[in-house]
């Protein structure tokens, strides 16, 4: 350790939210260059590269081929796809001197296509899977936790050509199949969730979530094995009916502008009312949208129906005729388009705005009181919605995306004029798949769920070294050379050993052991040494034991390799 790069920290960053952002800098592993840009120090490369290997043997066990494409992709291939506007500003554009177009690529769905177009022309050739280890860059607005959220990281990502959608399924269940074995293998306990397919596209995808209290994504889940984001789940959301005979009437409700306050004058639950948000579509068009009053409109479902839409101002409400607060389906104005979530399609008796200020009608009726332009799922699903699958109340969990499968079909394929002969002689495009994992990401989550108030606790199939031998006076005739001679031991039956060589006190050697989290130490003291012994600390869990001196490494031998990915 005298000679290794790892330069920790007594406090924790003041910029550091994430357990795994504020104990990676402290330890050592990595250092921030600028916003959303980080160094891998050598502890924290040793484990990426770990996490590496476990990929690649995986992908090796189903038949993807490695191999290495640009960072740097031509604009051209962006607009062939149609990408290149569609992305947004997260993607990192530039110019070369003769002023074309380029990205430094967050993902490869075009520069794989592109490649394989003229290449793969028969279904004799197919299917083929691709993949690469490789940096990618997103503009991020506000990056933040670490390694969570950067603009440059590492990822794995894989493409598979298939000439069926047999074929394409098959490639697609081999690798959320690998995808769930390369988690257990790193360590991590993840969920395998039903998930939005975002700027990638295509029909089916499923995300792996690392659980952690930190976690940026909202989960929900079941113990019959559903689970989804919450952005992508759909459910049918349980409501109330509200009071009354199921006769319209039309309530005096002075000041009363929200569910809140709506639901406790009525003194019913808040799911007994609905919610009315009026918005101007990507096209123009003016909509409300009624949701169960204890829900939120998801908004990933909602650009879906409306594209690219945008909540009513002050402004636009006026002019729509609209009134903050008091917004129902009964009586709205002309040329304004009724959208409602499925949920609500058997309810017969809705509290909702009276499109009059401090105003509310009771008992308005579907079909007798207004007319429905659309039944659509739009809300939010939460903890206690029951399950689609099987009914029980669904459960609440957090958790960090750590690798994501999608069945792409055929969206780059035709867009870019990649196809192959089938075995009738015709010109069809490839059905494709997108398969990508987080390498970075997967590191900052397994600190997440091995941390403790001391610091990390590297799981042996991914800790940057296996054992630290830690002799507490380098200068003692007995215990440096002891020291040596189990380190050599450990490392004669393949272990990997660092050893803690500095001329520090006992306190900082166990602190830093702690902070650096490697899973076994071995404590070389004067006391222990003279009744023959070591102490074996398992850096997990805090347990310690008095070893003989000519066990130990045999002992740390039969533990230490079992636990290998």
Same mark, same amino acid.
């Given at each position: ?78 607009? =062939? ?70 603009? =440059? ?202 499109? =009059? ?90 600190? =997440? ?117």
């Amino acid at each position: 350790m005298s000679r290794l790069y790892a330069p920790t920290l007594k406090e924790d960053p003041a910029e550091a939210e994430l357990a795994s952002h504020r104990l990676l800098l402290r330890a050592g592993m990595i250092r921030r260059t600028a916003s959303g840009l980080y160094s891998y120090l050598p502890l924290a490369w040793r484990s990426l590269r770990k996490i590496e290997e476990v990929i690649r043997e995986e992908m090796e066990t189903i038949g993807a081929q490695e191999m290495l494409v640009p960072m740097l992709t031509p604009g051209e291939l962006w607009h =062939e796809s149609g990408r290149w506007d569609a992305y947004g500003p997260e993607l990192m554009r530039m110019h070369d001197r003769h002023d074309r177009e380029f990205c430094l690529g967050p993902t490869h769905e075009e520069t794989f296509t592109d490649l394989v177009r003229n290449e793969l022309r028969s279904y004799k050739q197919l299917p083929v899977t691709l993949y690469q280890i490789q940096d990618k860059f997103r503009d991020e607005l506000r990056p933040r936790f670490g390694l969570m959220r950067g603009r =440059e990281f590492i990822m794995k990502d894989a493409y598979s050509f298939s000439a069926t959608q047999e074929s394409l399924q098959e490639c697609y269940d081999q690798q959320k199949a690998a995808y769930a074995r390369i988690a257990e293998r790193c360590g991590i306990r993840a969920l395998p969730v039903v998930a939005d397919s975002g700027q990638i596209g295509g029909d089916t995808s499923v995300e792996f979530m690392a659980l952690a209290d930190a976690g940026e994504a909202a989960l929900v889940w079941c113990d019959c094995g559903f689970a989804a984001d919450v952005e992508a789940a759909a459910t049918t959301v349980s409501v109330t009916e509200g009071p009354g005979d199921g006769t319209l009437e039309k309530v005096y409700t002075p000041g009363l502008g929200t569910i809140e306050a709506v639901a406790s004058f009525f003194g019913f639950p808040e799911n007994g009312t609905r919610k009315s948000l009026a918005l101007i579509a990507e096209d123009g068009t003016r909509v409300v949208a009624i949701v169960p009053g204890d829900h939120e409109l998801n908004e990933i479902k909602a650009v879906r129906l409306f594209g690219d839409y945008h909540l009513m101002s002050d402004e636009e409400l006026e002019e729509a005729g609209l009134h903050k607060g008091f917004i129902g389906p009964v009586n709205l104005p002309q040329n304004i388009r009724l959208v409602c979530d499925e949920s609500l399609k058997a309810s017969k008796s809705w509290t909702c705005g009276a499109n =009059e200020v401090d105003y509310h009608f009771t008992g308005a009726c579907p079909g007798r009181d207004f007319e429905v332009d659309e039944w659509a799922d739009l809300v939010s699903v939460h903890e206690g919605d029951p399950c689609p699958h099987c009914g029980k109340p669904l459960k609440g969990a957090r958790g960090i995306e750590i690798s994501q499968v999608f069945q792409l079909g055929t969206k780059y394929s035709e867009a870019m004029g990649a196809t192959f002969m089938d075995e009738d002689g015709r010109e069809r495009p490839f059905l494709m798949g997108c398969y990508g994992i987080g390498v970075s990401r997967t590191l900052a989550a397994v600190v =997440e769920q091995h941390n403790d108030e001391h610091g990390i606790c590297w799981p042996v199939c991914v800790a940057p070294y296996e054992v630290e031998v830690v002799p507490l006076d380098v200068h003692d005739e007995v215990v440096w050379p002891i020291a040596e001679s189990i380190a050599q031991q450990l490392v004669d039956l393949g272990i990997e050993v660092v050893v803690d060589d500095r001329k520090e006190r006992p306190g900082v050697k166990f602190a830093d052991a702690d902070l650096m989290g490697f899973p076994y130490q071995i404590v070389c003291g004067k006391k222990a040494i003279k009744n023959g012994n070591v102490e074996v600390k398992v850096r997990a869990t805090g347990e310690r034991n008095e070893v003989p001196i000519s066990e130990v490494a045999s002992m740390l031998a039969e533990m230490v390799i079992p636990q290998r990915a």
